[in-house]
């Protein structure tokens, strides 16, 4: 098979044993990764005008080897057996053309497949995807990233399912009228009623609801009100590093009861403390600049440069993502942790987790760490299929139960 051949051919880093790594390898062979958030289609939008016909996929050349994560040849290196693409849209649009956007990237997505049918293929269940798996192919399902997406109305949701959509993330970056983000200003204080009859939705089709990027308490109302798994498609632990976009130990508790997945993600400001408070002097610093030298560009530029060479940026690495790891263990429990990797959708990534086909060095790491070949076989993938098979089987029975909710958002607004 196509991984078989070019798993053989990845170099493990130097700061991990090969022995560990040939057998985190094998491991991943055997239970292939199932990434819970890839933006490989907006960097194909945004890079290459949406086009696929002429996308370097497999093999990329010049214009794209030192800015893409991801292709087929590291995919299957990495030990990646099924995908979450992520079909984002900015939350700064207009909710009416976030829609048109998700549906051109959920176009984009379906050519790429198409045009890579020897490697890749879409699926609409958790059968699918374990039936892909075992061909070698990696197997695609869509998430939407953030409610904007759907412009209030659950019948554009229930188009979205019709079309591949799987998860949807409930905010993005910023809150939206019927649920508040981690980084933005409340609006609905957690989820509004819509809000929740939209989760009530997404379990009845059996698509999951990611609360990646939500705030803590829209955490805590979409867990009250679902009767299916959740997951975090794309965060790690806030108690090892303190960003908003991470999970509070109170929330991986409630995963755990829930039957959840967090999957954990490598940005390097989620994942090194140090990282993050960098990042948060660098923005003071900017802002102390920009007051002081109002209108004068140049000055701020310059010492900014100054600041940033007397304060090196650190580098976030392969042992903080196992430390996240670690953590979710100790909390939620073994069987709540996944991997969503946010390749492609970040400007820097970890060292040792510089592209998709660097998976095995975080696996050889919590190999060296204690971790089972069953555990890692829970974190690749047996996890989150569990969790997307609960899912699927909560949606079956209310399905029999009730029909697609006729609930309208301006109903909630004139109440």
């Known amino acids: 098979m ?3 051949l070019v798993l053989a051919a990845l170099i493990a880093a130097p700061t991990l044993a090969q022995d560990s790594v ?7 062979a055997d239970q292939p990764i199932f990434d819970g958030h890839n933006d490989l289609p907006y960097a194909i939008r945004s890079m290459n005008g ?5 996308f370097p996929y497999g093999a990329l050349d010049a214009r794209f080897a030192e800015r893409m ?3 087929g040849a590291k995919m299957q290196a990495g030990g990646v057996g099924a995908q979450f693409w992520s079909v984002y849209v900015p939350a700064s649009l207009p909710e009416a053309e976030a829609v048109v956007q998700v549906l051109e990237q959920i176009d984009l997505t379906d ?5 890579n049918s020897d490697m890749m293929e879409k699926a609409s269940t958790a059968a699918d995807v374990r039936r892909i798996m075992k061909t070698g192919k990696v197997a695609g399902m869509y998430g939407i990233e953030g409610g904007h997406g759907i412009a209030n109305s659950l019948g554009t949701l229930r188009q979205m399912y019709d079309r591949g959509v799987r998860y949807m993330t409930l905010t993005h970056s910023a809150s939206i009228a019927w649920a508040d983000s981690a980084t933005d200003d409340p609006r609905a204080d957690g989820l509004s009623a819509f809000g929740k009859e939209v989760v009530r939705e997404m379990n009845r089709l059996g698509m999951l609801v990611d609360l990646s990027h939500v705030s803590q308490k829209t955490m805590a109302d979409a867990l009250d009100v679902t009767e299916a798994p959740v997951i975090f498609s794309h965060s790690s632990a806030r108690a090892i590093t303190g960003h908003l976009r991470n999970v509070p130990d109170e929330i991986l508790t409630r995963v755990k009861d829930n039957g959840g997945v967090v999957m954990v993600t490598f940005v390097e400001s989620f994942l090194s403390e140090k990282v993050r408070m960098r990042g948060a002097a660098y923005a003071a610093e900017q802002g102390r600049l920009g007051a002081l030298y109002s209108g004068r560009t140049a000055l701020v530029e310059a010492g900014l440069e100054e600041w940033a ?3 090196p940026q650190p580098k976030a690495t392969v042992q903080d993502a196992a430390d996240h790891i670690d953590h979710i263990r100790k909390i939620a429990g073994i069987d709540h942790i996944g991997i969503g990797g946010d390749f492609d959708g970040i400007p820097t990534y970890p060292t040792g987790l510089e592209d998709v086909s660097a998976y095995p060095n975080l696996f050889a790491e919590l190999l060296k760490r204690g971790y089972s070949a069953e555990d890692l076989k829970k974190i690749s993938s047996g996890n989150v299929l569990r969790a997307l098979e609960a899912a699927e089987t909560v949606a079956a029975r209310l399905q029999s139960e009730r029909g697609p909710s006729e609930m309208l958002f301006a ?4 109440e």
Not at 22 to 28: C, G, K, V
Not at 111 to 115: D, E, F, H, N
């Open 2 to 4: 196509i991984r078989s």
């Open 69 to 71: 994560a991801t292709d």
């Open 50 to 54: 949406s086009r696929i016909s002429d």
């Open 22 to 28: 040939e057998d985190a390898r094998a491991i991943l």
């Open 309 to 311: 060479a007397a304060n």
């Open 111 to 115: 050519r790429l497949i198409a045009a």
């Open 411 to 414: 109903a909630e607004k004139s």
